[in-house]
């Protein structure tokens, strides 16, 4: 698929406007990387570390034992896992199994994750040995086609003289008691061979992944993704990438074979951090450290920051407010972070603010992105250097990607320049549709000039630079008598405030303009403010419709696991309320 260049002067120098080669398994960038660092380190956990052979060596053991155990091509396996070293075997074996992938948040509740398991008839899942992760996934596999439940305990992966101790000292996490059926992964490990399945792929047919998505706004939908849709985002995101290797360096496309360091922040259950971080740091043969609770440390994001100074990591995908809580961290004067090169910001729209104040502190330039589970996720990022890049904006479509900004209410005619509306995108990282929900694809596909374009939900304009600025959500659009305001504007400006360190915004009732603008914020540790002191804030730097009528001070806001707040739960809290 070749679209037209995308209209603008500014895109970056030397980087294409398509990309191709890229209709492959997924599961051949580890091979190549196997092939080609055998030696070099792959996973770092605790100290413990993996080259890519022994990682290629489990992913084809595990594939070998899914296929001895009637695992047969087309069918679904779970990875209910936090960020520990065995995903990216288990990732890989499952696709060298010929079997689809389906990413489980951890974090999720026995009912939760008995729905997934259920609505996408896995035949398997892989869980941790853990006194919370295992007696959940114990309790969810009840009632569905899970036939085999596989243990993942961390000891094998520590260095052996913390695997000792911690076992000593009862420190490493083990569930309390485990079902006499259930397997362990260093058992399958030891009893497996490295045999891979002689299992043919096409890439643009076959599943590669099921994602699900819209937990947080109503029943989770299972994104079908295919191991072209995953191949593309990352030969687009290679193609894409530009960072400077050195002070004063020219821009180069990231560096193969060790050069960088990933640092694991995002969950890998998740679209973004599971191709910005795992699986682009598995292409490029670089070295990824599995952080499995990235608010571990005493005082939130302490082990992050302890883990960037320790192994010098060059390279952190993260949601803005992620970087917000490092800035804002009381002790990050005691760490060293200059190591960071490049941060690739997504999930939600990134605060100019924010952005500012974080690259002062690191030195590397972050790069906002945009993208969803749909599109495997990326669809549009920033110019990857600071001269080209317009922060407040996604930048342009990648390689390969077209985006047309369409009408609110139809969805099906194109908006002129600079006019708000849908944003719809076609490439080859689209999804092949949502799990067994036919009536949904129908709704979220328009087919324009020949090419199938999905609608993301979210509102936004093309500015005359050619720059894309997303103005908001569909559904989180606020009409105060008339006049649309996005939260998006009123929370960018909220965060300029020297003492607020979230805001985020809602619409409430109100019975003389049918709604209100209501803020919450969470301030700065230490940090004291008043009602009135926002306001008049406000009154200063927004138009009088924009400004919150209602303020309300908390001490922490609601996140998902990836670090979105989530306008949800407070909408929910809020339903009832006389204002």
């Keep these: 698929m070749a679209f037209d260049q995308w209209p603008t002067d500014k895109w970056p120098v ?36 993996k080259t890519f052979s022994q990682v290629k060596d489990t992913a084809d053991r595990i594939a070998n034992f899914l296929t001895s155990k009637g695992i047969k091509k087309g069918d679904r396996v779970a990875i209910f896992l936090p960020n520990i070293p065995h995903y990216p075997a288990i990732f890989f074996g499952i696709l060298k199994a010929g079997a689809v992938c389906v990413t489980c948040n951890p974090l999720y509740t026995s009912t939760e994750l008995n729905f997934q398991l259920k609505d996408s008839c896995a035949k398997a899942v892989f869980c941790m040995d853990h006194d919370q992760f295992y007696p959940t996934t114990a309790e969810a596999v009840k009632g569905t086609d ?15 003289w913390k695997a000792i101790l911690g076992s000593f000292l009862n420190k490493i996490p083990k569930a309390d008691q485990h079902e006499p059926n259930h397997l362990f992964f260093d058992q399958i490990i030891e009893c497996y061979l490295p045999q891979v399945p002689d299992i043919e792929i ?44 050195y002070p004063n360096n020219n821009l180069e496309k990231i560096r193969r074979g060790g050069f960088h360091t990933f640092i694991g922040v995002l969950p890998w259950y998740h679209s973004f951090g599971m191709t910005t971080c795992m699986m682009t740091a598995c292409a490029s043969g670089n070295r990824l450290v599995c952080l499995p609770d990235p608010r571990a440390g005493g005082q939130p994001f302490t082990d992050v920051l302890k883990a960037i100074e320790k192994y010098k990591a060059t390279i952190m995908p993260a949601v803005p407010t992620i970087f917000i809580a490092l800035t804002n961290h009381p002790n990050l004067n005691k760490f060293d972070i200059t190591s960071l090169i490049g941060c690739f910001s997504g ?32 669809a549009s990022a920033n110019p990857t250097d600071k001269a080209n890049r317009q922060i407040g904006s996604i930048g342009f479509p990648i390689p390969g990607t077209d985006i047309k900004i369409l009408d609110l209410e139809t969805g099906s005619n194109e908006m002129t320049q600079g ?30 000039k020949n090419q199938r374009y999905f609608l993301s939900g979210d509102i936004g304009h093309i500015n005359d630079e050619g720059y894309i600025i997303i103005t908001d959500r569909k559904k989180n659009l606020i009409l105060v008598g008339g006049f649309n305001v996005y939260p998006r504007d009123v929370e960018d400006i909220l965060f300029q405030h020297p003492k607020v360190a979230i805001a985020a915004v809602i619409g409430v009732p109100d019975t003389k303009s049918g709604e209100a603008v209501k803020a919450y914020l969470q301030l700065k540790s230490g940090e004291t403010a008043t009602g009135q002191e926002i306001t008049d804030f406000c009154k200063q730097h927004m138009a009088g419709y924009k400004r919150p009528k209602y303020i309300e001070f908390r001490k922490e806001l609601p996140f998902s696991p990836i670090g979105k707040v989530l306008r949800k739960v407070l909408k929910d809290e809020d339903l009832g309320k006389k204002y």
């Design 14 to 49: 030397g980087v294409s406007h398509n990309v191709y080669d890229y209709n492959r398994p997924l599961f051949e960038i580890l091979d190549e990387s196997a092939r080609d660092f055998p030696d070099n380190v792959f996973t770092i956990f605790n100290g413990g570390t």
């Design 146 to 160: 899970v036939t085999n439940t596989i243990i993942c305990n961390v000891k094998s992966y520590l260095p052996k």
């Design 202 to 245: 096409t890439p643009d047919d076959d599943l590669a992944l099921i994602i699900y998505t819209g937990g947080t706004t109503g029943i989770p939908k299972g994104a079908a993704l295919t191991h072209t849709n995953l191949t593309y985002n990352l030969r687009a995101l290679e193609e894409w990438t530009r960072l400077p290797h």
């Design 347 to 378: 999930g939600a729209p990134l605060p100019p603010e924010a952005c500012k104040q974080f690259e002062k502190k690191s030195g590397a330039v972050i790069f906002e992105g945009y993208g969803l589970s749909e599109t495997a996720p990326v």
């Design 419 to 448: 006019k708000d509306g849908e944003i719809a995108i076609s490439g080859p990282q689209v999804m092949k549709g949502y799990w067994n929900k036919p009536e949904e694809n129908k709704a979220v596909f328009r087919h324009i």
